[in-house]
Each structure stands twice: as structure tokens, then as C-alpha cells.
């Protein structure tokens, strides 16, 4: 692959992000899917994949984050870690790469930006259990390869059922509002900035989703 300009790739760390952000094409015109299932992954993994893309030229580096996993340590501290490492934008004139990495946060997991689809809820979650339960009220969900299949792409499937992107990112970014004016450490996601950072760079440019693996 040579080198691109205003180029995405968008890193999830596992299959939910992978098929949510695949059934975005009806939304995203240019976005090009690399047809790969995520694996289990982990910071180290995640760094290694970062590394691969700023070599081969993106200008953009996004990265979906389950704060879930990374509440406790020593998770919580190899995560800080990474992000500190790619705080400042790559800049290598010589080898003609310039590559911004971004980290996109949701507490507890993705799923919360799905219920979001639905309805705003600013509940504490100590489990992704209670969560699933609250998005099974709204919409039948399962945290499944097989389910995400059967689906035909879950942003539709969840449109379908009554949910709304706009909404989504609405209450995404009201979780934010909340999170920056009460300084909670809970139920927010930073997805919906994503949504709106891929709409602006969508008109310049193919965005790549390729999972961790």
C-alpha cells in the first residue's frame, strides 16, 4: 500500500467494533472494509497495530476503547501509557508520514453507544450485564459473531427497530457534556465525535476499518 493522504483506519478491540463499524457503509459511501475477523486482543497488540498503520501511511488513526477492560491494573496503566506515546501527532517529512492518533473512549463497552440508538441514560454500570439488559428492552441484542450475521449489519438492524444514528451521537455527546461538567468517570462514550470526525473526513478521503488480529 503507498502512501495516502487524509486516510482513516479505524481500530476496534474485537468483533462487536468491527461489525458496527462495518454496517456503516450505507452511511459512509467511501468506506472500504478489510475483510478480517478481530481476535483477542490487548495494549501490546494494540501498539504493534498502531506502529503497522502510521508505516503504511495513514494519516489517521482511531481507536475504539472499552474502558471496562481497563479499569484496573496493570491494564490501566499500559493504556494511559499508549495514549501518552501517541499524545503529539507522527511527523517524519523525510519518509513522507504525518499521522494523527486519536483514542475514542466508552465506559462500559460499545454497547452503551447502542442504547444510545434508543434512549440517554447516564446509569452507573458495574457489569456489562445489567447494560445488555437495559439494550434487550429497547432492541433484541446479542454480544455474538453469530448474532452481528444475522443482523445485516447492525447500524440497519438498529434503525429498523426504531433507533436513530443522530440520536446516538446526540446522547454520546451529551454523556460527554455531563462527563466534563459533573466529573464522572462513567457511562459515556466518545463515539459519537468519532461519527462526526468520519462525516468531515469522509469528503476527503477512503476510510479502511481493519481490526486488531
Known amino acids: 500500500m503507498g502512501k495516502l493522504r487524509q486516510t482513516a483506519l479505524i481500530l476496534g478491540e474485537g468483533p462487536t467494533e468491527f461489525f458496527y463499524f462495518k454496517s456503516l457503509c450505507d452511511v459512509f459511501k467511501r468506506l472500504t472494509i478489510k475483510p478480517d475477523y478481530p481476535k483477542h486482543t ?12 502510521v508505516a503504511m501511511g495513514y494519516s489517521h488513526i482511531f481507536c475504539i476503547i472499552d474502558m471496562d477492560t481497563k479499569d484496573k491494573e496493570p491494564e ?18 523525510k519518509k513522507g508520514i ?7 473512549e ?18 452507573p454500570y458495574e457489569t456489562q450485564e445489567p ?17 452481528f450475521i444475522k443482523t445485516k449489519g447492525l447500524h440497519g438492524y438498529f434503525e429498523r427497530n426504531g433507533g ?3 440520536k446516538a451521537i446526540a446522547n454520546a455527546n451529551r454523556s460527554m457534556d ?6 464522572r468517570d462513567y457511562t459515556y462514550s466518545e463515539l459519537g465525535r468519532l461519527i462526526e ?7 476527503l478521503s477512503a476510510v479502511i476499518i481493519l481490526p486488531i488480529t
Open 164 to 166: 436513530s444514528l443522530e
Open 76 to 93: 490501566r496503566s499500559q493504556y494511559q501509557k499508549i495514549k501518552a506515546k501517541y499524545a503529539k501527532p507522527i511527523n517524519k517529512p
Open 178 to 183: 455531563e462527563k466534563l461538567k459533573d466529573g
Open 42 to 53: 490487548n495494549i501490546k497488540e494494540l501498539d504493534a497495530k498502531i506502529a503497522e498503520g
Open 197 to 203: 470526525k468520519l462525516t468531515q473526513l469522509q469528503r
Open 131 to 147: 447494560l445488555l439488559k437495559d439494550l434487550n428492552q429497547c432492541v433484541e441484542y446479542r454480544k455474538t459473531i453469530e448474532f
Open 98 to 104: 504525518y499521522c494523527e492518533v486519536e483514542f475514542f
Open 106 to 123: 466508552t465506559h462500559r463497552c460499545t454497547e452503551l453507544f447502542f442504547l444510545y440508538y434508543f434512549r440517554y441514560t447516564s446509569r
